[in-house]
């Protein structure tokens, strides 16, 4: 029965031992402490060296846990006998332990490179980003162009991207009613054009980077880009002046574009964008005369002119894989 | 991995004990007990001496007890007819560094036409010029008759324009951070939003028509139509916006914000509003009913100046 007791106890100190051993902090104590009884002995040649005391003088510049072992070896001497010593490496090849001195070895310069911004919170390096989006128009108050859309790029550095993005605004153009009433009241037609898509092949650069802390509670990560590319804009003239007559198809223009975007990370794969963006392209808008040959319908259309379709973009990124490995530690 | 046989008969004789075995379930349940050290420690690593502590250390206050004052220049936006560049100046007292109070108030400085403007100018000159071909033609004579209620000789005189503001306003400054720029540029910035009551001095076509003691058509001796006189008024609309405000030293900031002044104007002049039952259709008369609702965007860049200059820090 004592004996079950016995062992029952012994079980409930096992028990108990892991909390011990989760605090981590002790055996630095030890080490340190080593390292402090290392350096006063050093300062004190007077006193006649143990071979116990010659392990610990002659410190190698090992890790912290060997030190460690320096440490226990030193206890461990005091409590045996001499004759059940154990001989250290320094004592077998005194060679492998090379005098240091401490003091001036912490004065050493270090020349370790810092990064102005180490271990960005959401690296882009190798990694896709899916962004869906809405677009609304900004510099057009005859019609507005809004619509869905969906970018795709691909990080080859953190900094540079290359992708494409395709913008749906069929059956979405809107003509404002002050075109109406400009028409009635000054009896002045405008022309006006509705999109149909677009799709472009892109550059993004991202110089800027940054974080924010939100009501000095939480802290979200944001950067800004740059982004530019050239593809195809497809559109057609809405018949204001002659719409009896005249029925416009589409054409596809080249167009250029180049913006700057905002985005901000909820987390190191999700993030909410926001992008304005100017589609540049030169545009055919119908004649705002009307010829006898009505039908002719090279005759329906009038000046060219260069066109800024401007439109913010309001969407969330995605990017792919969804993790990383950090190729240094923090 | 085997017990030994010593071992194997410790454990039946614990079995076989009553009392060990609840003297044995204490101590696992006092041993789970002692588990929760093994978890605290896991805590202290999640929460560490972080714990309870500012999502910020030793921030920047750039706007704490200061007052700051940004000359601004405001650029609207979406124009139809006009568009005005604003200059002006934002007067805030941060009472905290997310909160201020103050006053932005602004001048319509240069207003200029847009293209549509422009052309309706053009096309109206041909109207009017006897040497025109269409001029003596009833084709042009119906045209000058149509446009002679809504648009005057000089069609600029006649636009609506937004003069001046003064809005009073509120900032909040919900969120602060910094930006790398290349990674050698490093700003302290920070986010706000805004609102208040705006005073807005606004220009526009002066009431015509029936009711009133003015023809709407006058013509002036040469057959051309008068220039259409305009009025000014004191327009009360709520304003809103946000900015980012980037500092470039201690007591200097660029800024670039968005303002709304949601209100109804007449822009263009023209009757277009007050006829049938859903008032849709012009009523030969102009009047408070041809305004139209405008959302009045503009963009704003300012350049900040704080003082004290100097500058505090949080803990």
Known sequence: MNQARAGLLIVMALMVMPAVVGAQGKPRKQAAGAKKRANSQQ???????????????TLTTGTESDKTVVAGSESTDSAESPTEEVKGICEIDPSQCPQVDLDSAAKRAINSPMYAVQQIYALR???FEINPYWSFTLNDQFVSHPGPGLAANYYLTNVLAIGA???FYKGLNQDSSFNAQTRRAARIAVPLTEYDWSAALNFT???MYGKFAGFQDFIFHYDGYLVGGIGGLANKPIAVIDPDNRSFDSKINVAFNAGLGLRIFFNRWFAATLEVRDYIFIDRLERTTIEPDQQNKELWYGDSKLTNNVQAQLGVSVFLPFSWEYRLPK | MALSPRLSLFFLDILKCRSCTVFGGLCVLFGSFGFPSQVQ??????????????????????RKGRFEIAPTVSATLLDEYQRTILVGARINYNLFDWLAVGVWGAYGAIKTTTDLSDKIQKLNDERFNPSSADYRTGAGETGRRLVSANVGKDFKSQLGTIDWVIAPQLTGVPFRGKLSIFQKIFVDTDAYIFAGPAFIGVTERSSCGLGTSIDCSTRNADGTVATKPTVSRVAIAPTFGLGLS??????TSLGVEYRALPFSRNTGGFDSYGASQDERFPDGRVSEKDREFKFNQMITISLGFYFPTKLDSSE
């Open chain 1, 43 to 57: 300062s004190s040649p007077s006193s006649e060296p143990s071979a116990s005391q010659t392990t610990s003088t």
């Open chain 1, 125 to 127: 390096a190798r990694r």
């Open chain 1, 165 to 167: 993005n395709f913008n």
């Open chain 1, 205 to 207: 650069y991202v110089p």
């Open chain 2, 41 to 62: 420690a896991q805590e202290v690593q999640v929460t560490g001496p972080l714990a309870g502590a500012p999502a910020v250390r030793a921030l920047r206050l750039h």
């Open chain 2, 246 to 251: 980037f500092y470039t030293n201690a007591w």
